[in-house]
């Protein structure tokens, strides 16, 4: 009973050190439990992205009209109005064309006998039946041989404002030139009776990235 008492006695400062372990378990958590608050905006916050948009439309005979009987020196002019139609402003507005068909009047090379491409900007209104500009025309892009054309060039490098129309005056010529056809063989590398095949890319960037308070 002795041995008994003494086993029971030294079990108790045990179990007292468990339980106040335990009430210094519970008192450590309650340390940081901690009051707290959040705000936050009642009505949402919307935001929408802009949009980037560029249209061609033919202003009276444009690239849908085909060419034909080029003579050498001649130049044929064709109308189109490109539109920024989106809600960002745009820069950087370029032209690329895409030439297949007869080399000699695709390729350029020393003998300058490839078509030529020539674009010309009127702030008013083109009278397409006489070439004239309702203002003063400047020219975007002078006369290039459709060789310097594969890659895209520049017609504006600065800014395009968001709903504006540019209305273009797109010009190709046959360079003048000298052959001759004898007794009805035409001459080798001759320009006659070619064809060419061109299809005009307009391309345009979203203006420079911004960051504002407004």
Known sequence: MADHARRRSARRPVALAVIGGSVLVAMGAG???????TAANVTPETISSGTLKLTLAANGAGFDQSIANLAPGDTVNRYVDLTSGGSLDAQALTMQVA?????????????????????KQCPGTWNTATGACGGTASTLLPATALSGLGSAQSLIAGAVTAGSVAHLQVSVQLPDQTETTVN?????ATIQGLTANLTYTFAETQRSATTTGS
Not at 109 to 116: D, I, Q, V
Not at 184 to 188: H, S, Y
């Open 31 to 37: 340390v940081w439990a901690t009051l707290s608050a």
């Open 99 to 119: 030439a297949t068909g007869s080399s000699a009047l695709v390729t350029d090379g020393a003998s300058t006998k490839a078509l030529r491409v020539t674009v």
């Open 184 to 188: 009805g063989t035409l001459p080798t």
